[in-house]
């Protein structure tokens, strides 16, 4: 390589060691222009062509440097690790009016409900029709073994044909062997789009006769984490089917994580902005369930002060990962103390990767050059336990302001789903706790709230309001105690964000069968369904709309069909 590139590769690799593929293959997004194929001449990567200006590159790890040497390739990133959120409620949300005949008479008949999770219980009741037919149209498995989707090389697509075999046989999973064992995937779709078919009809969900599409994420064998390739994936896969059989489509996903700056400008994010004005689509993002967890760190330094950042630890966990973002322009020192007193010495950021061995942890620090995409700094920390999980007690990163102009300092630690609550800083912020890609700009953000009291849920990952940045989240759904489909037949209690999100993906749904399918409104996708919902959110509280906790209000669908009628008959 002729000279350092911005993004240390190497070093990262050492760090995440999970994102390497077979014979050390690794998968990077990749922001193009022109002949974006061109590179396979030199490199012998695999290129999958997303959308115009992005794509996915599966290339070996020691011809990753060659991409720099493209001048199609703009800009490239490594695939980050997400995992999926867990935690009154159609009348709370005022979805019962508009389901109703005497009221609008909305199913989402003739529309899309894409579930990208774990997966799905295709047996259970809520899923199938009343002539014992799957409303399931596919389900790509990206865990299967079988025939990938056209387009794509790995997992298994199972057609609304084999599903309907599967259902009559005696042994239906010898058929279509996809299961969701988590149940997380489940219970969103119940929400979303589940017909009650066992209960009477008493727990349906919002859109109870949309088709559905579903996408089993999962990597290195686990339905808990999936990276952000294949959740660009998965979109691609059901807008993809959606435009071809002319049905609008509404996804939702309830996956998210921390690793990243937080300011929607990923190429993860970017992507799914793009994406989200593709066909007539709306895409809605669970907030996370961070807000309470004390994983986010955020102040200002000054010149020659010295800040500590202290996190705990309960000494169960092998791995943490600690992402600090800061503005270039600053000049800073790092340094990390483990609770025994001893220090990984003073880290500059003019290096770019430093590692070394404290208390039988080895800790490695990358420091990210700015690019020519963006013009923040990260510094990765990475803490891994040698021979034993990380010892309890209390760490410090210690920073020491040299020569400050702007001085801001925001960290975050992994999420609860990976760490729980039981790691968390001393001195928390609980603003900017939501989780990417919940922070893209295009898609709806979903925060949650307890509708049972009306009060909001302090899990619930909460917005900020900055110059020139939007207000997060857009609004909140019911996320408490939701009873919803379980896998294996009937109705559990849940509670999180996971949970509201798709109250938005199924009330995007009748919108959409209101104004697409029914022609009264043939624009009524993406940013408008957003504005309307956002129009009608009930705002109950005597304080400043919109804010970082509620954004626009409480998702009241009834209302916003009112407004919309109103607005598209004037």
Not at 5 to 30: K, Q, S, T
Not at 309 to 315: I, L, R, S, W, Y
Not at 367 to 373: A, D, F, K, M
Request: proline content about 4%; some cysteine; hydrophobic content about 40%.
């Amino acid at each position: 390589m002729p000279y350092s590139y911005p993004l240390d590769v190497d070093a990262i690799m050492r760090l995440e060691p999970g994102v390497l593929e077979n014979e050390g293959n690794l998968e990077v997004i990749v922001k193009y222009s022109g002949d974006i194929m061109k590179i396979k001449e030199g490199t012998g990567a695999e290129v999958e062509i997303l959308s115009e200006g992005y794509a996915i590159v599966t290339i070996n790890i020691n011809e990753v440097w060659k991409l720099y040497t493209y001048k199609e390739v703009n800009y490239f990133e490594l695939p980050k690790m997400l995992t999926y959120f867990l935690r009154r409620s159609l009348d709370a949300a005022c979805i019962t009016p508009v389901q109703r005949p005497t009221g609008f008479n909305l199913s989402g008949a003739g529309t899309i409900v894409g579930i990208i999770d774990s997966g799905i219980d295709y047996t259970h009741s809520d899923f199938i029709n009343d002539d014992g037919t799957s409303r399931i149209i596919s389900i790509w498995d990206q865990l299967g073994e079988g025939t990938p989707p056209l387009g794509f090389r790995s997992g298994a697509e199972y057609t609304n044909e084999q599903i309907n075999l599967a259902l009559e046989s005696e042994n239906p999973y010898e058929i279509v062997p996809s299961r969701d064992t988590a149940g997380h995937g489940t219970a969103v779709a119940g929400i979303a789009a589940g017909n009650g078919r066992g209960s009477g009809g008493l727990q349906k969900g919002v859109a109870y006769e949309a088709c559905i599409i579903v996408v089993k994420l999962g990597s290195r064998g686990s339905e808990n984490f999936a990276r952000t390739t294949e959740i660009m994936r998965a979109i691609k896969y059901i807008l993809d089917k959606a435009e071809n059989m002319n049905m609008p489509v509404s996804i939702n996903l309830s996956y998210g994580t921390n690793n990243g700056s937080h300011l929607g400008n990923s190429l993860f994010e970017e992507y799914i902005d793009a994406v989200a004005e593709k066909w007539k689509t709306v895409i809605s993002v669970a907030t996370g369930n961070e807000g309470s967890a004390g994983h986010h760190f955020a102040k200002k330094i000054n010149n020659g002060e010295e800040i500590r950042a202290e996190f705990v630890t309960p000494g169960n966990v092998g791995k943490i990962y600690i992402t600090l973002w800061k503005n270039f322009v600053d000049d800073m020192t790092f340094e990390v103390i483990s609770p025994s007193g001893k220090s990984t010495g003073v880290i500059r950021q003019i290096e770019t990767s430093e590692s070394s061995v404290i208390d039988g942890v080895r800790v490695s620090v990358i420091l990210v050059q700015p690019t020519h995409y963006r013009t923040e700094q990260e510094i990765y920390i990475v803490l891994q336990g040698i021979n034993m999980p990380i010892p309890s007690g209390d760490w410090s990163i210690v920073i020491n302001g040299n020569n400050i102009v702007d001085g801001q300092i925001n960290m975050w630690l992994p999420t609860v789903e990976d760490v729980k609550n039981s790691t968390f800083f001393l001195q928390p912020s609980i603003d900017t706790t939501l989780t990417i890609p919940s922070t893209a700009s295009n898609i709806i953000a979903v925060g949650g709230y307890n509708a049972w009291v009306g009060i909001s849920a302090d899990f619930s990952g909460r917005g900020y309001i900055e110059k020139g940045m939007q207000v997060k989240p857009d609004f909140v759904a019911p996320a408490v105690d939701i009873t919803t489909a379980k896998v294996g037949g009937g109705y559990d209690s849940f509670t999180g964000t996971s949970m509201a999100a798709p109250f938005s993906t199924g009330s995007a749904a009748l919108m959409m069968q209101w104004g697409i399918v029914n022609k009264n409104d043939p624009f009524l996708y993406g940013q408008r369904v957003k504005a309307f919902l956002q129009k009608g959110a009930s705002r109950q509280f005597l304080i400043e709309y919109p804010n970082y906790i509620w954004g626009y209000g409480i998702l009241s669908l009834c209302t916003t069909m009112e407004i919309l009628v109103d607005y598209t008959e004037g």
